[in-house]
Every structure is written in C-alpha cells, then in structure tokens.
C-alpha cells in the first residue's frame, strides 16, 4: 500500500481537480458568450471526478469526498487515522482549488456566483436540502459500492461514479447545486465567505453516504470482506 503521505497528496489532487473545474464550470456559465448551461456544468462535474477517481484510484483509492470516506469508514474499509487524514487533504484540496479559480478566473464573473458555491433554491427549505443532498449522495455512493469496492465488479475505473454524477447534477443542480460533497462546498465557501446553508452540504451527504455503505455492506455485498 503507497505511504499516508502519497495517498494524501493523491486526495488532495483529486479533489482539487473536482471542485477547480467544477467551479470553472459553474463560473463560465455567468461568462459572455461561454454559456452552456446545466448540462455543460453536469458533465464537466462528471468527467473530471471519472478521470480523477481513475487516476487515485490505485494509490488513495479516489474517495475525493469527506462523505464517501466517512461512509467507508462506517463499513470498516478504512482506518479511523487514514479516514482523519484523507478528509483534511480533501477539504485542503478543496480550498487550494477555489483559491486558484479565484485567482485565474475573471473576479467580477466569479464572485456573481459566490466562486461556485452550492446554495439552496428559495424554494427549497434547509431541512428538504438535506434530505435531497441525502438521496443524491445515496445514489452517489452506491456507485462507489457497486463499482467500486465490490471484488467482482467490472473494472471500468471511477467511469461509472462519475457518470452517476451527471443525472444527479442534472436532477438536484437547480434545486440544492448537488453538491454531494463536504469538500465541494466548504471550498468555495471558504474563498467567497458565502456560508449560507453550509450544513446542508454537510449533514445531508453525510447521511445519505453512510446509508448506502452500509445497505451494499449488509445487504447487496453481505459476503465482501476484502476492503478498498
């Protein structure tokens, strides 16, 4: 198994990656003649976390995600110092990402959409965000058992958790910016000082992450033993 340190940097990568191009995607959207709209956000979502789970996969194992790590603690696929140590480089990674968009993306462009940071329709109350950031994350991490830390599952890289993404984005985007991620949030948040609604994106995929662990560990994977 690689070092802490070499599985640490590769979450730390990983997740910038995701949250660096997924707030690009956000911020273009606002830009003059480079709109194109949830669909083009939802797929730059998916395609970068496929290519960056693909990428850790074999060294951190690609949670790129504090729930999903939490989520694989909860079934015992990860150690409680590791899991402590992958969530600090992730939301690092998330910061550093949103820092570097702020830097390198027109100001007056990004800062109309608070640097990407996921917020709640006004339709959408705090409590039905949470549960919908649940449902999503559910979804989301049921992709992660299914492909993923399932011994016998076609070996077709973070493709298939990536790909989950884009119905999920195009789904839940216009209602909570299906975040389904601590790190995806807390980052641009942290750079644009936007904290409204925070625990949401936190409680909800949280939840929603443990449940479907432990529904593929107990129910779907009952006979798996060997850990991610």
Do not use: C
């Amino acid at each position: 198994m690689p070092s802490i340190v070499r599985r640490a940097l590769a979450e730390m990568y990983g997740t910038f990656a995701l949250v660096f191009f997924g707030v690009g995607a956000v911020v273009m959207e606002s830009f003059p003649n480079a709109r194109g709209g949830l669909l083009a956000i939802a797929l730059v979502h998916a395609f970068v976390l496929s290519v960056s789970i693909s990428a850790t996969m074999a060294i951190s194992g690609g949670h790129l995600n504090p729930a999903v790590t939490l989520a694989l603690l909860s079934v015992r696929r990860i150690g409680i110092v590791d899991a402590l140590v992958y969530i600090g480089s992730q939301l690092a990674g998330g910061v550093l990402a949103a820092f570097a968009a702020s830097k390198l993306l027109p100001a007056g462009v990004g800062d109309i959409v608070a640097w990407g940071t996921p917020m709640l329709n006004s339709q959408v109350t705090q409590s039905q965000g949470m549960v919908l950031e649940a449902v999503l994350t559910f979804f989301l991490v049921s992709a992660v058992m299914g492909t993923v830390a399932a011994t016998d599952a076609p070996r077709i890289g973070g493709f298939g958790i990536g790909l989950s993404l884009f119905f999920l984005i195009m789904v839940g985007g216009p209602l909570t910016g299906a975040a389904m991620n601590p790190a995806r949030a807390f980052g641009p948040a942290t750079v644009s000082g936007v904290f409204s609604g925070q625990i949401v994106y936190w409680i909800g995929p949280i939840i929603g992450a443990i449940v479907a662990a432990q529904f593929w560990q107990r129910v779907l994977l009952k006979e798996e033993t060997v850990p991610v």
